[in-house]
């Protein structure tokens, strides 16, 4: 089978985000970067999916220059190769961003034959405009599923959980279809030192397409009110014990 | 949140890694009861390099004070119980590396550290199962290598101190401004209130240059990365019985290092391009993904040190279950000379810096600065780190960085004793460079001072003098047979040297005198036109330095003394200075230039260009004053560092090239060559047994172990005479010898020169140790070109310390060559009765 997987080049979260002094953007200084994590998830899914049924896997992103790494780091993990949809580092809106991956996708099932999947990520770490993935699905008409927790695929179809309230709703779409995934779909695994190698060596198409006139106009950047980091010491100790009991307790662990 | 700081301290210590915590239990141990240490993190991990740190603690090093430095921080970590002993085995790929290995071999010998051995590679598979071994040509084993845990530590040295009721910690607190008063520090402003504090002591890492900078002092150091990445989970590490059970791996021709960590791997690289941060780009707590130290991974620079590290342990690397789960480009903290920076700041009395120290030095750091603070000195002789050696321009943000980017690389490096820098070269000239630079000079650098080491328009002079290459290449490199030549060709007739990079201070004032006698041991209340030679001591006694003082008027005293430790002589003299003005220290390094002319015939040279009197009697040893050389008042100074009748002469440093010019025209008839710095420094000063500061002269060892031991001592008060009155009165532990090696010739039949610090043995290879646990060693060597022999420097314990033994060794690339001990003491080995100084 032939997948294709996009991801998205985001600022690594962890630290108090600052914004530059204009409020047009994150102020990326002190910020490593990584693959979104619902897409990290998507990968990881990708990748599992070929090592079981064999095929081919393509990783696609569109960002800037240095988006590369992302692409490698989702190499490293197992995925073939790789489409580096390179922009100048503006932010595209989902419509332009899909319209850029839309062509892709035409072009590439032209020449390798039709994707049987597209995994996006349901939303991007950053702008979280949960629209690209629709978007493709809607101008391919292919089925999409949203939001998803397991995906599981057999015989010409995938199975696709989604969890809602109280349980999870359950979807099975013929292939070729689009799923969007979630955090929590599986658990991504760490790329070994050999793999990392390999990836260096894997191809990696690059293009440079033209932005369209945004749609979208961004007034500014504001930071939500935050609880930021807080730590709360239960004690030290073996009398910090019977605290640390009761916090696992409250949160359910134990 | 809401404690307040209190209103005073003693002593501030700002920052609670490892060192900061270390110093301030160490002050509390030796007795001082009100200190507080603050942190503008939260504990235990503040944030800073100690949280980052790998942690581990290689034994043995090619530095005296940084291996003292890490024995005593080993001996604290295991008091304290965090310190798991593994082993360590430095690999090599290289013929090269083992050399260096046998080095290794040679620096634990002098430095007292067993075991060691080197290892053959199936010896190294054996303990280290999962490297490759085909790729090794051997290494070089420390089973005494281990892990510590630093945070723990930290927490161990705080609680103590709060337990005794010395100390009190305020995390979470900043430090925003610092109070100066008449260049002393007076208070520390917090975010938690303002601190009076007597002293406080900088120990924050990488941050270290912005604090220092609130008081206006300086600690020239930079942030620059170190890569690390953690793989696992490792299945032969899943069978550990505890964190670590194998020895730690420095691959070190790859400038790596691999170590497990529980079910990881740690893999550590010092192989990258060298990425130098400013302290001022470090985020604050709150900004920072991991913490402010661990800075986001940038894999590129990484990359090409994967495939070394799986050369070395495929079976780890190459295994694909292995993850990648961690990755940093973590903050250390660089200096331009690779030494730490410890001691009081020059620029604020009161305030201490005690940075760019690692965790495998911290906990000596803290209790050397300590007992500094609260002694006057430390157990472990820390001149080379003093924070008071830096000359200005060290000081500078340009010169950090480029000296540390050339020094990252070098990290695990092969580094010649003698190597020169190649960055931010060509600061400071003398007048002569013109000159010299006609003569073909090859400049070594000093305090930013380019100094001719030799000149190559002198080569002729090596067939002439018959003097024979070094066919080793390391016993060669950054030496040439021409500085023998020059040397031979100065005692036959006459050198001229170019000494202007001699640190100069002029002290003056009704208090001069008395500001110097309470300084050095020599009595300084001399007649005018006098020249001293005197070390300067230090509490305990031992030497902190040595130098000569001109009495040039009542209340005028001219200080020379090296370049190199120039600033931390400076410093030396200022602290005795009274506080009521009446003497005042001046810096007239770069007012005056001083050539030596020095040889047989440098009276006859002398003589025709000046109409004074130059004769013995008119112009005695020891004696200066101004003589008229053609148009220029020249200060000439009778004394000799090379052993050879002539003087020192000082002029403007204008009037320097003129001077040259005019000597070196006089001379030519009685033939006099340009000499550099390797026959002043080594060949010369050697062949007379002349102590060198750093070499022979250190804080470890006394005035009468030197040799150098004066009929009386002044009834004045000076820094450290309690203490050499009493070692007068003892029988030295050690004896300052001069030694000539017997055989040069190795097992390969190449002749091997030892370059210095090589261990001195029975012929059997037993190291010596004298009463006070201090190894022998090689404190300077060189040749001896009038004599025909290889001189070698080194304190013998009484037994040994016999003149005409043939009982000793020097070890040198893991073999040994006999020598015979010339002379004990001080007598020189070349022209005893000094005739030629005397004539």
Redesign the interface.
Known sequence: MRILVAVKRVPMTGGRIVLTEDEQAIETRHLGFTISPHEECGVEEAVRLIEANGGESVVLTLGPGEAEEQLRDAMAIGIDRAVHLVTDGEEWDPQATAGAILEVIREDEAANGRFDLLLFGNESADTGGYQVGIRIAHALGRPIATGLKAVTVDDGTVRCEQEVAGGRDVYVLPLPAVVTVKEGLNLPRYPSVPGRLRAQRKPLESRSPVRPEPRLERLRLVVPEGEGKQAEILGEGAAAAPRVVEVLQQIGVV | MSTNAPAAARAVVIGCGIVGSSVAYHLTRLGWADVVLLDKG?LPNPGGSTGHASNFIFLVDHSKEMTQLTLESVRQYREMDVFTECGGIEVARTEERMEELRRRMASAKSWGIEPVSLLTPAEIKELVPFVDESILLGGFHTPGVGVVDSLRAGTIMRERAVDAGALQVLPNTEVQGMGVERGRIRTVETSRGTIEAETVVVACGVWSPLIARMAGAHIPLTPMVHQMID?GPVPRFERSPRAIEFPIVRDMDVFMYERQDGTSLEIGSYAHRSIVHDPE?I??I?????SPTE???T??DF?PQ??D??DLMPEI?????????YAINGLISLTPDGMPILGETPEVRGLWSAAAVWVKEGPGVGKSIAEWMVHGESHIDLHSSDVARFHDHQKTRAHVKARTTEAFPKTYGIIHPAEQWSSDRGLRYSPMRERERELGAVFYEVAGWERPHWYEANAPLVERYGVKPRKAEWDARWWSPIINAEHLAMREHAGLFDLSAFAIFDVQGPGALDALQRSVLAQMDVAVGRVVYTPVLAPGGGFRSDLTIMRLGDDEFRIVTGGAHGMADRKLFSDQLPDDGSATLVDVTTAWTTIGLWGPRARDILSTVTSDDVSHAGFPFGTCRVIEIGSQLVLASRISYVGDLGWELYVPIEQGARLWDVVWEAGQPHGLTACGIGVYGTTGRLEKSYRAFAAELESEYTVVEAGMTRPTVKEQDFVGREAHLRHREEEPAAILCTLTVDDHTSRSGVERFPLGREPITLRDGTPLTDAKGRRSYVTSAGAGPSLGRYILMAYLPPEQAVEGSTELAVEYMDERYPVTVDVVGSAPIFDPENTRIRS
């Open positions: 939260p793989v780009e985020p604050s709150e900004q920072a993904a991991l800075f986001p991974f894999q590129a990359d994967m495939v590290a799986l690397v190459g295994d694909e279950s292995v993850g990648v789960k």
